[in-house]
């Protein structure tokens, strides 16, 4: 089945940056287009950014476009979230998923998540 590991996440200031990991594996990750999402405290989850199968094509949020960068190594099954100038609202657990920015109504089962805390 699929399984999805988020790694990456920690304690930033703000202005900071960090890169995410997805280690995805159960499924044919090189034909898949993949997105990150978050969920903030007290809000629900929302989509961050995608990527094509191939790399070839991205989409984000508004919030985090020219900031955050997706990519994808289709030898090692890992997704990637760069994340520059960091802001506390940007504070959330990230996930990854299947998909080009789908619905996360989509999705029966996410992975654990990654803690990102942007905090002085």
């Known amino acids: 089945q699929v399984r999805l590991v988020e790694s990456g996440g920690g304690l930033v200031q703000p202005g900071g940056s960090l890169r995410l990991s997805c280690a995805a594996s159960?499924?044919?990750?090189?034909?898949?287009?993949m997105s990150w999402y978050r969920q903030a405290p007290g809000k629900e989850r929302e989509f961050v950014a995608a990527t094509t199968y191939t790399g070839g094509s991205t989409n984000y949020a508004d919030s985090v476009k020219g900031r955050f960068t997706i990519s994808r190594d289709n030898v090692k099954n890992t997704v990637y979230l760069q994340m520059n100038s960091l802001k506390p609202e940007d504070t959330a657990v990230y996930y990854c998923?299947?998909?080009?920015?789908?619905?996360?109504?989509?999705?029966?089962?996410w992975g654990q998540g990654t803690q990102v805390t942007v905090s002085s």
């Open positions: 159960g499924f044919t990750f090189s034909s898949s287009a």
């Open positions: 998923n299947t998909g080009y920015g789908w619905s996360v109504k989509t999705f029966d089962s």
